[in-house]
């Protein structure tokens, strides 16, 4: 089982559709999470991160953890088609002489104009 | 200001051939990453390097791989003897000195292509 998973996708929305963007996870030690966006042909961009249970919004990004059930989530309200980019999810937590972080798989997203 | 650079932005080598792929990361800076991205799967961590301490080489697939970091700065990536296996887009992140939390600052990635 891998420690984060992530449905890649593709998920296809019309332009203005609420987008929800899942990652599950096995190990509990996570501290922080974290929602990287990746445009065709170039690196991720951190997007968001968090580092407890609950809600943070950023304009139209709202991030969400729910650490009893080992499920994080990103919502993109009133989506638009310069949101179509590849979303990855990652979990962090500090160790001995640094952090380990792990990637998902990433969810490939086409907003329809 | 600047950030991340990998040279070269692509590489198409033969099988059997040694590639070297090259990270300038964010000054000051003291963590450096190298991922590894094939077409539809996440970031495959390659190697880890934080100021001074040893490396963390837990991800390198096979002994063919290895990496160095010159003065806490630049760092290589070495492919010897590359197979068809290695094509894929490797990526080399940097962080700030250990924080609260870990943000990590994506290149553009080296897309390599071993023929």
């Known amino acids: 089982q891998k420690e984060v998973e992530q449905d890649p996708g593709p998920l296809s929305v019309p332009e203005g559709a609420i987008v929800s963007l899942n990652c599950t996870y096995s190990?509990?030690?996570?501290?922080?999470f974290m929602w990287y966006r990746q445009y065709s042909r170039k690196g991720p961009e951190l997007l968001m991160y968090?580092?407890?249970?609950g809600n943070k919004e950023d304009g139209r990004f709202t991030a969400q953890v729910d650490k009893s059930s080992k499920y994080i989530s990103l919502f993109i309200r009133d989506s638009q088609p310069s949101d179509s980019a590849t979303y990855l999810c990652?979990?962090?937590?500090?160790?001995?002489?640094?952090?380990?972080?792990?990637f998902g798989a990433g969810t490939r997203l086409f907003v329809k104009a | 200001g600047a950030g991340v650079s990998q040279s070269p932005s692509n590489k198409v080598t033969e099988k059997g051939k040694d590639v070297e792929l090259r990270c300038d990361p964010i000054?000051?800076?003291?963590?450096l990453y190298w991922y590894r991205q094939s077409l539809g799967q996440g970031l495959e961590f390659l190697i880890y390097?934080?100021?001074?301490?040893?490396?963390?080489k837990s991800g390198l697939p096979s002994d063919r791989f290895s990496a160095e970091r010159t003065g806490g700065s630049v760092s290589t990536l070495t492919i010897q003897r590359t197979q068809q296996e290695d094509s894929a887009v490797y990526l080399c992140?940097?962080?700030?000195?250990?924080?609260?939390?870990?943000?990590?600052?994506f290149g553009p990635g080296t897309r390599l292509l071993v023929l």
């Open positions: 990652a979990m962090s937590l500090f160790l001995t002489g640094g952090f380990k972080t792990i």
């Open positions: 390097f934080q100021g001074n301490s040893a490396p963390d």
């Open positions: 000054s000051g800076h003291t963590a």
């Open positions: 992140a940097s962080s700030p000195p250990l924080f609260r939390v870990e943000t990590q600052y």
């Open positions: 968090t580092y407890s249970s």
């Open positions: 190990n509990s030690a996570f501290q922080y």
